[in-house]
């Protein structure tokens, strides 16, 4: 079984945990501003509905697949408290750690988009919402689905300690699988699969309609996922070569 490990202040006062934070802030916040930013674009530009999924999709997906890269070695690359959270379901990341993640990605998000709304002369700025005819229950089992696949691969190419052929692929596959998603559930619920990524919109917009949905979803979905796989999935390794040290404080995803 997993373990979820609470941390201390000697984490904190760590050399290192600085720079993952604000990696972690910048790598969000460029992430948050390429999304909604290519959100909005494809609102303003002519276009099909299809063309506009799929040009949206690979936004997205370039860009996750770029600041993971840019933020693993740093931060652990999460991006997004769903990840976040999973990885301290499976015992990867302490709780402190997680909380001090979670406010540097939300404050990030809220950043970009208000950024956006000053340079784009005051545009609205879109929020993740329902389709019409999606149920708010249908909507939270779409969101709850779409980022349980999205943590499973997480694990699967970047936290197993057996990846394999996968190992150094793993942002890659997550930016890809994020551009699938959106492409499956983003006419439906928006497949925002990340708290931060509907936060700093509803912020800037005012609008937070059903909000509450983009935060259970993926949580949950993440959550299990993160549990799934670490206990059924995950080689046991022995206690000591589990990658937290209680005197540093350093935590990371597997080598």
Known sequence: ????????????????????????????????FVGVGATMAAETLDGSSLANLFFVGMAHALVVAVMVSSSLHI????????VTLSLAVGGHCTVLRSFLYWVDQLLASTLACYSLRYM???????????????????????????????????????????????DGSGPLLTGLLVGANIFAGGAFSGASMNPARSFGPALASGDWTNHWIYWLGPLTGGGLAGFVYENFFMPRIPQISIPYDEESGQFYIAN
């Open 1 to 32: 079984m997993s373990r979820i490990t609470l941390g201390n202040k000697k984490e904190i006062l760590q050399k290192d945990f600085f720079k993952s934070l604000l990696v972690e802030f910048i790598c969000t916040f460029l992430y948050e």
């Open 75 to 82: 931060s652990g690359g999460h991006i997004n408290p769903a």
């Open 120 to 166: 784009t002369g005051g545009r609205r700025i879109p929020i993740n919402q329902l389709a019409s005819g999606v149920g708010c229950m249908q909507g939270l089992l779409m969101e709850h689905i779409l980022t349980f696949s999205l943590l499973f691969t997480v694990y699967a190419t970047m936290v197993d300690p057996k990846r394999g052929v996968l």
